[in-house]
């Protein structure tokens, strides 16, 4: 099991900018990955960027361009670096942890290991 948790999300008016951490700890298996997921109210679970241990991204189309995802491996910790916020970006943001070839397709998955999620809330 990983444990993860997430900080740096917040309130921003559109155009701003956040990044959000987070922290892996426990059973960090060697054929893990991570991303990153967020979930608006009344909203499916959504991926936004996921980060494969080589450093190669799957990043969704909405985001491209505006966000950026950066591993410390080092650290065991995950960052997404969030630019000219918009406010179809307001949602709660999750980091999971789970098999690589899973999380590349950016759809949530029962078996990843979630965060309990940061707030990000954009206004125009």
């Known amino acids: 099991q990983v444990q993860l948790v997430e900080s740096g999300g917040g309130s921003v008016q559109a155009g701003g900018s956040l990044k959000l951490s987070c922290a892996a700890s426990g059973s960090t298996d060697s054929t893990y990955c991570m991303g990153w997921f967020r979930q608006a109210p009344g909203a499916e679970r959504e991926g936004v960027v996921t980060?494969?241990?080589?450093?190669?991204?799957t990043i969704a189309n909405s985001v491209k361009g505006r966000f950026t995802v950066s591993k410390d491996n080092a650290k065991n910790t995950l960052y997404l670096e969030m630019n000219n916020l918009k406010p179809e970006d307001t949602a709660m943001y999750y980091c999971?942890?789970?098999?690589?070839?899973?999380?590349?397709?950016?759809?949530?998955?029962?078996?990843?290991?979630w965060g309990q999620g940061t707030q990000v809330t954009v206004s125009s």
């Open positions: 999971a942890a789970g098999m690589c070839s899973w999380l590349a397709t950016l759809r949530p998955h029962a078996s990843y290991n």
């Open positions: 980060i494969e241990r080589d450093g190669s991204k």
